[in-house]
């Protein structure tokens, strides 16, 4: 199966620091998501991005599919971006989605 | 956009017992409903993909007895812990989609198997 790995594993920052988190699968994919997970365990949808780039308020997402990478970017990080940052590919025909191994993020004031 | 309910959020049971957790999609028709689970500080893995109406498809080491999947309609799939251990406790998560579309994830459940 597909190997989708995202680095850096473990992230602090101090608040109103910017930051940059990588997501890398192994295989074509055919769309990519972007989640944080609170405190509390819930899944939040960030980007729905199989290719491009968006941008929502002080985050943004880049995919380039043909690299098989994907970038989040966090900028003026507040101590609520604290949490775990996932990827999640769908590959193969078959809505099967594959979540990365996860960054950990904690933003102090 | 489209919201995805789990029911309960929090669960603790004796072992031995059984418990269901359900997840809807409140304001779509999902062809297709997906059950995960999440180890303390672990990543999401999928458990099982279930399509209205057919049976689910277990992924490789899931005890498909033991984790029983009900996809009864386009907006609701059940997932049955049989005879709960304590190495059962784990947080569950369920997504929906339409074909095409993005997966939409539901809050979670936090199964305690005492």
């Known amino acids: 199966g597909i190997q989708v790995e995202q680095s850096p594993p473990d992230l602090i920052l101090q608040e109103g620091a910017n930051s940059t988190l990588r997501c890398n699968f192994s295989?074509?994919?055919?769309?990519l998501q972007w989640f944080h997970q609170n405190p509390w365990g819930q899944l939040i949808n960030l980007f729905y991005?199989?290719?491009g780039t968006k941008q929502n308020g002080r985050l943004s997402a880049t995919t380039v599919a043909t690299e098989r990478y994907s970038l989040l970017y966090i900028s003026s990080s507040q101590t609520t971006d604290s949490g775990v940052y996932f990827c999640?590919?769908?590959?193969?025909?078959?809505?099967?989605?594959?979540f990365g191994t996860g960054t950990k993020l904690q933003v102090i004031p | 956009g489209a919201v995805v309910s789990q029911h309960p959020s929090w669960v603790i049971c004796k072992s031995g017992t059984s418990v269901k957790i359900e997840c809807r999609s409140l304001?779509?028709?999902?062809?297709?409903m997906f059950w995960y689970r999440q180890f303390p500080k672990q990543s999401l893995m999928l458990m099982a993909t279930?399509?209205?109406?057919?049976?689910?498809?277990?992924e490789q080491g899931v005890e498909k007895d033991k984790f029983l999947i009900n996809h009864a309609s386009l907006t609701l799939s059940t997932l049955t812990v049989t005879s709960a251990h304590p190495e059962d406790s784990s947080f569950y998560i369920c997504?929906?989609?339409?074909?095409?579309?993005?997966?939409?994830f539901g809050p979670g459940t936090r199964l305690t198997v005492t």
């Open positions: 295989d074509s994919v055919n769309n």
């Open positions: 304001d779509f028709q999902a062809t297709t």
């Open positions: 999640a590919t769908d590959w193969g025909g078959y809505q099967k989605v594959t």
């Open positions: 279930s399509n209205e109406g057919s049976k689910a498809t277990y």
């Open positions: 997504s929906a989609s339409r074909e095409g579309y993005e997966q939409y």
């Open positions: 991005i199989p290719s």
